[in-house]
Protein backbone atom coordinates (compact mmCIF):
# COMPACT_ATOMS: atom_id res chain seq x y z
CA UNK A 1 0.00 0.00 0.00
CA UNK A 2 1.47 3.45 -0.73
CA UNK A 3 2.06 5.49 2.43
CA UNK A 4 3.36 9.51 1.97
CA UNK A 5 4.72 10.93 5.25
CA UNK A 6 5.70 14.78 6.08
CA UNK A 7 7.25 14.76 9.52
CA UNK A 8 7.48 18.69 9.66
CA UNK A 9 4.67 20.00 10.74
CA UNK A 10 5.16 23.82 10.88
CA UNK A 11 8.30 25.75 9.34
CA UNK A 12 9.07 29.34 9.85
CA UNK A 13 11.72 31.30 7.60
CA UNK A 14 12.72 34.73 6.45
CA UNK A 15 11.72 36.56 3.46
CA UNK A 16 14.25 35.78 0.62
CA UNK A 17 16.05 33.06 2.00
CA UNK A 18 15.25 29.55 0.92
CA UNK A 19 13.28 26.76 2.79
CA UNK A 20 13.10 23.08 2.15
CA UNK A 21 10.10 20.89 2.93
CA UNK A 22 10.64 17.10 3.22
CA UNK A 23 8.51 14.37 2.27
CA UNK A 24 9.04 10.44 2.30
CA UNK A 25 7.08 7.75 0.55
CA UNK A 26 6.23 3.97 0.18
CA UNK A 27 5.41 1.95 -2.85
CA UNK A 28 5.82 -0.80 -4.04
CA UNK A 29 5.29 0.13 -7.44
CA UNK A 30 8.87 0.71 -10.10
CA UNK A 31 6.77 2.96 -11.59
CA UNK A 32 4.91 6.60 -9.93
CA UNK A 33 4.43 10.11 -9.29
CA UNK A 34 4.92 12.84 -7.08
CA UNK A 35 2.85 15.91 -6.49
CA UNK A 36 3.16 19.00 -4.06
CA UNK A 37 0.09 21.24 -3.78
CA UNK A 38 0.03 24.28 -1.93
CA UNK A 39 -3.08 25.11 0.41
CA UNK A 40 -3.52 28.45 0.90
CA UNK A 41 -5.59 30.54 4.00
CA UNK A 42 -8.61 30.58 2.74
CA UNK A 43 -8.08 26.83 1.63
CA UNK A 44 -7.81 26.85 -2.03
CA UNK A 45 -5.42 24.30 -3.00
CA UNK A 46 -3.63 24.40 -6.44
CA UNK A 47 -0.71 21.94 -7.84
CA UNK A 48 2.48 23.35 -7.92
CA UNK A 49 5.32 20.58 -9.40
CA UNK A 50 5.60 17.33 -9.99
CA UNK A 51 8.43 14.71 -10.56
CA UNK A 52 7.77 11.43 -12.73
CA UNK A 53 10.00 8.40 -10.90
CA UNK A 54 11.43 7.56 -14.03
CA UNK A 55 12.93 10.77 -14.39
CA UNK A 56 16.05 11.05 -12.98
CA UNK A 57 16.61 15.21 -13.38
CA UNK A 58 14.56 17.19 -10.36
CA UNK A 59 12.00 19.15 -11.50
CA UNK A 60 11.71 22.75 -11.60
CA UNK A 61 8.80 25.11 -11.93
CA UNK A 62 9.43 28.95 -11.05
CA UNK A 63 10.73 29.37 -7.65
CA UNK A 64 10.21 25.72 -7.06
CA UNK A 65 12.49 23.03 -7.56
CA UNK A 66 12.76 19.29 -6.14
CA UNK A 67 15.03 17.06 -4.55
CA UNK A 68 14.31 13.57 -5.50
CA UNK A 69 16.37 10.89 -4.15
CA UNK A 70 14.82 7.82 -5.14
CA UNK A 71 17.28 5.34 -2.92
CA UNK A 72 15.70 6.98 0.08
CA UNK A 73 12.29 7.32 -1.15
CA UNK A 74 12.29 11.06 -0.89
CA UNK A 75 10.89 13.52 -2.35
CA UNK A 76 12.16 17.35 -0.77
CA UNK A 77 10.35 20.74 -2.06
CA UNK A 78 12.52 23.87 -2.37
CA UNK A 79 11.20 27.07 -2.59
CA UNK A 80 13.73 29.82 -3.32
CA UNK A 81 13.69 33.29 -2.69
CA UNK A 82 10.43 32.84 -0.54
CA UNK A 83 7.50 35.52 -0.56
CA UNK A 84 5.27 36.30 1.96
CA UNK A 85 2.64 35.11 -0.06
CA UNK A 86 4.25 31.73 -0.08
CA UNK A 87 2.87 31.23 3.49
CA UNK A 88 0.74 28.48 3.62
CA UNK A 89 0.63 24.56 3.59
CA UNK A 90 2.24 22.02 1.50
CA UNK A 91 0.78 18.84 0.72
CA UNK A 92 2.89 15.79 -0.70
CA UNK A 93 1.09 13.81 -2.52
CA UNK A 94 2.06 10.05 -4.29
CA UNK A 95 0.26 8.26 -7.29
CA UNK A 96 1.25 4.61 -7.83
CA UNK A 97 1.51 3.91 -12.00
CA UNK A 98 -0.74 1.53 -12.52
CA UNK A 99 -4.65 2.08 -14.05
CA UNK A 100 -6.46 2.10 -11.00
CA UNK A 101 -4.84 4.31 -8.22
CA UNK A 102 -5.61 7.38 -7.22
CA UNK A 103 -2.99 10.25 -5.51
CA UNK A 104 -2.21 10.10 -1.50
CA UNK A 105 -1.70 12.34 0.53
CA UNK A 106 0.59 13.47 3.54
CA UNK A 107 -0.09 15.39 6.75
CA UNK A 108 1.06 18.70 5.03
CA UNK A 109 3.84 21.41 6.50
CA UNK A 110 2.47 24.65 7.37
CA UNK A 111 5.14 27.28 5.93
CA UNK A 112 5.19 30.43 7.50
CA UNK A 113 7.61 33.37 5.35
CA UNK A 114 7.96 36.55 8.05
CA UNK A 115 8.78 40.18 6.42
CA UNK B 1 -9.91 26.49 -18.38
CA UNK B 2 -12.75 25.38 -16.13
CA UNK B 3 -14.12 25.14 -12.55
CA UNK B 4 -15.55 23.04 -10.01
CA UNK B 5 -18.03 23.70 -7.89
CA UNK B 6 -19.30 22.10 -4.59
CA UNK B 7 -22.82 22.21 -3.15
CA UNK B 8 -23.35 23.89 -0.25
CA UNK B 9 -20.72 25.56 1.11
CA UNK B 10 -21.75 24.47 4.82
CA UNK B 11 -23.46 21.69 5.65
CA UNK B 12 -25.10 21.34 9.34
CA UNK B 13 -26.24 17.81 10.54
CA UNK B 14 -27.74 16.23 13.03
CA UNK B 15 -27.12 13.05 14.37
CA UNK B 16 -27.73 9.73 12.75
CA UNK B 17 -28.54 12.36 9.79
CA UNK B 18 -28.04 11.24 6.30
CA UNK B 19 -26.61 14.22 4.22
CA UNK B 20 -25.50 14.39 0.76
CA UNK B 21 -22.75 16.80 -0.58
CA UNK B 22 -22.31 17.62 -4.78
CA UNK B 23 -19.63 18.42 -7.19
CA UNK B 24 -19.87 19.68 -10.45
CA UNK B 25 -16.85 20.20 -12.66
CA UNK B 26 -16.65 21.47 -16.33
CA UNK B 27 -13.08 20.71 -16.97
CA UNK B 28 -14.50 17.55 -19.31
CA UNK B 29 -12.61 15.55 -16.72
CA UNK B 30 -12.96 11.86 -16.67
CA UNK B 31 -11.83 11.52 -13.10
CA UNK B 32 -12.95 12.38 -9.92
CA UNK B 33 -12.35 12.11 -6.11
CA UNK B 34 -13.65 13.06 -2.86
CA UNK B 35 -11.11 13.72 0.08
CA UNK B 36 -11.91 14.16 3.63
CA UNK B 37 -9.79 16.98 5.65
CA UNK B 38 -9.97 17.31 9.50
CA UNK B 39 -8.86 20.18 10.92
CA UNK B 40 -4.88 20.95 10.50
CA UNK B 41 -4.72 17.32 9.13
CA UNK B 42 -4.09 16.04 5.32
CA UNK B 43 -6.49 14.73 3.10
CA UNK B 44 -7.79 11.36 2.91
CA UNK B 45 -9.45 9.55 0.05
CA UNK B 46 -12.74 8.54 0.46
CA UNK B 47 -14.19 7.69 -3.06
CA UNK B 48 -12.93 8.31 -6.60
CA UNK B 49 -14.11 7.41 -9.87
CA UNK B 50 -12.47 6.72 -13.13
CA UNK B 51 -15.63 7.31 -15.06
CA UNK B 52 -19.36 7.89 -15.44
CA UNK B 53 -21.01 4.91 -12.96
CA UNK B 54 -17.86 3.93 -11.94
CA UNK B 55 -16.49 3.81 -7.80
CA UNK B 56 -13.89 2.64 -6.39
CA UNK B 57 -13.14 2.84 -2.55
CA UNK B 58 -10.54 4.89 -1.10
CA UNK B 59 -8.98 4.62 2.40
CA UNK B 60 -11.66 5.94 4.07
CA UNK B 61 -15.36 5.07 2.52
CA UNK B 62 -16.94 3.10 6.00
CA UNK B 63 -19.69 5.21 6.50
CA UNK B 64 -19.93 7.14 3.20
CA UNK B 65 -21.76 6.06 -0.25
CA UNK B 66 -21.08 7.96 -3.63
CA UNK B 67 -22.27 8.29 -7.29
CA UNK B 68 -21.27 9.36 -10.49
CA UNK B 69 -24.05 9.73 -12.63
CA UNK B 70 -22.63 11.72 -15.40
CA UNK B 71 -19.48 12.71 -15.97
CA UNK B 72 -19.57 16.26 -14.51
CA UNK B 73 -21.12 15.50 -11.48
CA UNK B 74 -19.86 13.20 -8.21
CA UNK B 75 -21.98 12.93 -5.09
CA UNK B 76 -21.25 11.84 -1.60
CA UNK B 77 -23.76 10.66 0.77
CA UNK B 78 -22.61 10.74 4.44
CA UNK B 79 -25.07 7.49 5.68
CA UNK B 80 -25.19 8.39 8.91
CA UNK B 81 -23.15 11.72 10.39
CA UNK B 82 -21.48 11.46 13.69
CA UNK B 83 -22.05 13.59 16.10
CA UNK B 84 -19.49 16.75 16.87
CA UNK B 85 -17.76 15.87 13.29
CA UNK B 86 -16.18 18.26 11.85
CA UNK B 87 -14.26 18.48 8.54
CA UNK B 88 -14.03 19.50 5.11
CA UNK B 89 -14.88 17.47 2.12
CA UNK B 90 -12.65 17.91 -0.88
CA UNK B 91 -13.39 17.57 -4.55
CA UNK B 92 -11.08 17.04 -7.11
CA UNK B 93 -11.04 16.47 -11.10
CA UNK B 94 -7.86 15.06 -12.95
CA UNK B 95 -8.25 14.06 -16.85
CA UNK B 96 -7.66 10.27 -16.34
CA UNK B 97 -6.06 7.83 -14.34
CA UNK B 98 -2.39 8.48 -17.07
CA UNK B 99 -0.96 8.93 -13.59
CA UNK B 100 0.82 11.98 -14.17
CA UNK B 101 -1.75 13.96 -14.24
CA UNK B 102 -2.58 16.92 -11.45
CA UNK B 103 -5.91 17.28 -9.74
CA UNK B 104 -7.81 20.31 -9.66
CA UNK B 105 -10.07 21.09 -6.20
CA UNK B 106 -12.66 22.53 -5.55
CA UNK B 107 -13.46 25.14 -2.37
CA UNK B 108 -14.95 22.83 -0.19
CA UNK B 109 -18.04 21.61 1.77
CA UNK B 110 -17.28 22.23 5.85
CA UNK B 111 -19.22 20.13 7.48
CA UNK B 112 -20.49 20.78 11.26
CA UNK B 113 -22.87 17.50 13.34
CA UNK B 114 -24.43 19.05 15.98
Not at chain 1, 68 to 78: A, E, M, N
Not at chain 1, 90 to 105: D, I, K, L, S, T
Request: proline residues 2%; charged residues 20%; contains cysteine.
Amino acid sequence: AQKVTQTQTSISVMEKTTVTMDCVYETQDSSYFLFWYKQTASGEIVFLIRQDSYKKENATVGHYSLNFQKPKSSIGLIITATQIEDSAVYFCAMREGNNNNAPRFGAGTKLTVKP
Amino acid sequence: GGIITQTPKFLIGQEGQKLTLKCQQNFNHDTMYWYRQDSGKGLRLIYYSITENDLQKGDLSEGYDASREKKSSFSLTVTSAQKNEMAVFLCASSTGLGGRDEQYFGPGTRLTVL
